[in-house]
């Protein structure tokens, strides 16, 4: 039956024209925005998935420049404790050399004096950005520590629900105290060979005190550096997910872009086809 009011074939040319402009369109936003799952109506799953991996490697990219700051600052401590190592080994050789009846005992103890203040000059000078491992108070409000973000770490579904909330893991790295620990000023001054002796078997102590300090600090250095080059390596890893999980394959969306193109083309001629259609009821009143 043929109807001038209800145009069956217009219909469903209609139907599938809007199809192939919808699919045009979805194909369109995946190459202008590079992303097939761009919006939480693409796929609502997956959406919610890489927004908080995204909003955990935004976390991770904070904790790295912490993890960089506490390296330089743990690193400067190290170096100056290093130095006071070399400062102390030379003042035991001055000691050493005291402990001979011939020797200079008033320039010995001149030059000691030189060398303390020297190693209180670098343990002034030892802090990066207001934090000194080698004071007693290290930061200037009574801290004995440097805390150091190291790590996010989430375990479980990611629901409000459970309770499942991201924790921070820290480093910790104490005070070596050298202002306390060193006392070198408090040593035994040079006068003669028994009191060079008695210096030498106290700067020896000092200088045990601040090989240990420095090595400590050195493996807490080069932890935040193996810690901090994880993190890099773990944030490149969850971008690579977010992106297998969101981004859009171009080469296939182009070849669609193109096979939806020529769709378009054929349902537009098919609806123009149906609309005419209508008008071949006029030959039967010729």
Do not use: C
């Not at 219909?11 to 045009?24: D, F, G, P, R, Y």
């Not at 401590?77 to 070399?86: C, N, R």
């Not at 030892?126 to 004995?144: C, I």
């Amino acid at each position: 039956m043929s109807s001038i009011l209800t145009n069956n074939s217009a219909m469903v040319a209609l139907q599938t024209l809007k199809s192939i402009n919808s699919s045009l369109a979805k194909t369109q936003d995946m190459i202008s925005t590079g992303k097939s799952v761009a919006t939480a109506k693409d796929n609502s799953a997956i959406w919610a998935i890489s927004k908080v991996m995204e909003s955990d490697v935004s976390s991770f990219n904070a904790i790295s420049d912490s993890l960089a700051v506490g390296e330089s600052t743990v690193s400067v401590a190290s170096t100056a404790a290093e130095q006071i190592v070399s400062v102390l080994e030379e003042m035991k050789a001055l000691a050493v050399a005291g402990v001979s009846e011939t020797a200079d005992h008033a320039k010995i103890e001149a030059d000691m004096l030189q060398k303390e203040e020297q190693i209180a000059s670098i343990q002034a000078a030892a802090q990066f950005n207001g934090v000194n491992l080698l004071l007693t108070d290290v930061d200037g409000n009574g801290g004995s520590q440097l805390t150091v973000l190291s790590s996010l770490d989430r375990a479980g579904a990611n629901t409000s629900a459970n309770g499942n909330a991201p924790t921070i893991s820290t480093i910790d790295v104490a005070s070596v105290d050298f202002e306390a620990n060193l006392d070198v000023p408090g040593r035994t001054n040079i006068a003669d060979a028994a009191t060079a002796q008695t210096a030498l078997t106290e700067i020896e102590g000092y200088l045990q005190i601040a090989i240990e300090g420095a090595a400590n600090l050195g493996a807490s250095a080069k932890r935040i550096g193996d810690q901090n080059e994880f993190v890099g390596k773990l944030t490149d890893a969850m971008k690579t997910g977010i992106g297998a999980l969101v981004d859009a394959d171009m080469e296939e969306a182009s070849a669609r872009l193109q096979a939806l193109q020529v769709q378009q083309q054929l349902a537009t001629q098919s609806l123009s086809i149906a609309n005419q259609a209508p008008q071949a009821i006029l030959s039967l009143f010729r």
